[in-house]
Structure formats: C-alpha cells, structure tokens
C-alpha cells in the first residue's frame, strides 16, 4: 500500500471519529435521508437516460446507493470508488454489474477511468473529507463524457456558534465545566466540516471546466446540492 493511501486512510478515521465501524454504521442509518425523495428527483432530472449506462458513486461508502441503482437498472455498468477499510468491509452481495475500487480520490491520476467513459457521477458528502477537490474535479472533467453529469451534495459553512449549539445543546457556555479533549475535537471536526461555502464548490468546478445547471440550498444553508454538466 502506498504511503498516500495510508495516510489518507489515518486521517479519514480520525475525522470518522477514531471508530471506524461505528462511522460505517452511522453511513448506514442516515442512508435514507442522504438519498430522500428530493435527491432521486435531482438525480432523475439531470442525469442522461438510457439502458447502458456507465455510473460512478465516488467515496461509496457501503454502496448502498449502487445496489438500489443496479436492482433499478440491470443494464447499467457500476462502479465505487472506496478507500476505508470499514466501509469496504460493508459491502456485501456485490451484484454482478458493480464493480467496487480502492483509490484516493484526494489525487486520483487520470487513469482510474478511461477519458469520456462516464455517463453520470455522484459524489454524495465526498468532498470536505477530502484534503482538496480540484484535482479530482480535474480528472472528473477528462472521465466524465461531454453531457455527462456529476451531482454532488456536501456540508457547506455554517456559523461556529450554531455548530457549537447543535454539538453541546445543553451546555451554557458562561458558566458549565467544559472538557478539553472534546472541545478540541470538536473545533478540528468544525474545520473539517466548514471548509468550502456553497459558492466555493460551485465556483471550483466552474473553475475546473464545468457548467453549473442547479444549485440547491440544504439543511438551512447548512448544505448543498449541485448538478455540474461536463460541456
Ligand atoms: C460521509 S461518507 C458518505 C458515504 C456515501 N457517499 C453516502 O452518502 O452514504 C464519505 C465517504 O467517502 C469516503 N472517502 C473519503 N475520502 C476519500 C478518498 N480520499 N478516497 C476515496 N474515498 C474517500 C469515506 O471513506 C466515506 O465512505
């Protein structure tokens, strides 16, 4: 294994919380609401029709929204891309057109997919785990096939003092005793959740080639949803 990989392995448990297994769990339990009614129609709205579709969900997790897709569309060929160890360990049942990967998408190389050779992407709370997104919105940009899609939905800014309320919503600031070590975590954890704001994202992958179809605001501004088109 490279040391890369490795190192980005390190970091993603520790920003997993130190836990993997109870990360792949929590994955698992907020499935439903990471692929609600308003995201299939997002999903359906902007991504190409056919019956031989190539889809690719980057950062898969368990996968789960991979399987739904091939139960759905028998046709389509699927691949997740994947690198910790206890969300590769999750998938199970693989059907026969997904194919899962282990690569770091924090640097990814062009030659992870063929150029042109995909049809849509998802990248569904991918990107702040990620130590920066240009170059995979680069090689996304040679993958993807020109009218080919990515979607990508990720925490955005939020005001400190709202993420301190919703972290410790019991705890009165002026006069409660406060723990080191979880005061640390979380303002390390606020960082790694606060990077970009929507705009940020947005313009990045204007930046990187891409053409901005939709933009939705999630979560009271505490998320976003994006349709970028490959022209
Ligand atoms: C918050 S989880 C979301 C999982 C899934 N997309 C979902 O919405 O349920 C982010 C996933 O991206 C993976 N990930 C983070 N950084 C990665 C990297 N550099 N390369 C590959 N996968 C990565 C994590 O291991 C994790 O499974």
């Not at 690198?83 to 640097?107: F, S, T």
């Not at 005793?177 to 790694?192: K, V």
């Not at 705009?199 to 939709?214: H, M, P, V």
């Amino acid at each position: 294994m490279s040391d890369e990989l490795e190192r980005t392995r390190q970091f993603l448990h520790q920003h997993h919380g130190g836990n993997g297994e109870r990360a792949a769990e929590r994955t698992l339990s907020t499935h439903e609401r990471n692929h609600d009614a308003d995201f299939q129609s997002f999903w359906e709205t902007h991504t190409p029709r056919g019956d031989n579709l190539h889809i690719v969900d980057l950062g898969c997790g368990p996968a789960l929204f991979l399987k739904q897709q091939a139960r759905e569309h028998p046709g389509f060929r699927l691949t997740g891309i994947e690198i910790a160890p206890y969300m590769l360990a999750r998938i199970d049942d693989k059907p026969d057109n997904l194919e899962i990967r282990i690569a770091d998408l924090n640097a990814p190389g062009k030659a992870v997919f063929p150029p042109a050779s995909i049809d849509a992407c998802l990248a569904n709370m991918l990107i702040h785990e990620l130590f920066q997104p240009v170059m995979l919105f680069q090689a996304l940009y040679h993958w993807i096939k020109p009218g080919g899609v990515l979607i990508l939905t990720d925490t955005v800014r939020q005001p400190l003092k709202s993420f301190l309320n919703h972290r410790f919503p019991d705890t009165d600031f002026s006069r409660d005793p406060l723990d080191a070590p979880s005061m640390n975590d979380c303002f390390r954890d606020y960082f790694e959740h606060n990077r970009y704001t929507a705009k940020d994202i947005a313009e990045l992958l204007e930046l990187c080639g891409f053409d901005l179809i939709e933009q939705q605001n999630l979560r009271d501004g505490r998320a976003t949803r994006i349709a970028a088109r490959r022209p």
